[in-house]
């Protein structure tokens, strides 16, 4: 016992700092964890409220009712001016998201891929994508181009294999 106590003596002051300094670094983790999950969250929300104020221009603007429309002919009626504006911005503001989801500033969003694929499969999307993807940045480029390969992959008819044919 009397050698605890010289310890304590000789120590204490030492240990109840180091144990001081631990506790701090502890809850400065916790609190730094908490605040980002925060950050993530009202980020996805300022997302979620611009995204969903560019997507209303849609049903607002008559202009811009062709844009989801899977069959026209791009060469009778070319893109208007309103709709490469339009389609120039969503591409935007997907590019910015991607680069905050990359980041860690956004949680991972699962359907990403399945959105990217299903709207530049569209003509007026695609047509504007050609001539905006040289303005982005490169590994955003060929996340799209991947998601676009994925997806006609999944469209076009599986070879039979050797065994089946």
């Known amino acids: 016992m009397k050698t605890f106590m010289q310890w304590m003596v000789i120590h204490g002051q030492d240990t109840l700092e180091t144990f001081g300094l631990i506790v701090s670094l502890s809850l ?3 609190s730094f ?9 009202s980020n996805l929300m300022a ?3 611009s995204h969903r ?3 209303m ?3 607002e603007k008559p202009e811009l009712t062709r844009l989801l429309k899977k069959d026209l002919d ?3 009626h070319p893109v208007s001016a309103a709709e490469q504006r339009f389609v120039h911005l969503l591409i935007t503001q997907l590019a910015v998201s991607y680069t905050a989801m990359k980041a860690g500033m ?3 969003m699962t359907g990403l891929r399945k959105d990217v694929q299903s709207f530049f499969s569209l003509p007026i999307p695609n047509h504007v994508w050609i001539w905006s993807s040289e303005f982005q940045e490169p590994e955003f480029v060929m ?3 991947e998601c676009l390969r994925e997806e006609s992959r999944a469209q076009s008819p599986q070879e039979p294999s050797p065994q089946e044919g």
């Open 28 to 30: 400065a983790a916790v």
């Open 33 to 41: 964890r908490a605040d980002a999950k925060e950050r993530k969250i």
């Open 47 to 49: 997302l979620a409220d």
């Open 53 to 55: 104020s560019l997507w």
């Open 57 to 59: 221009q849609v049903t």
């Open 74 to 76: 791009l060469k009778t």
């Open 106 to 108: 956004l949680p991972e």
């Open 143 to 145: 996340f799209v181009e």
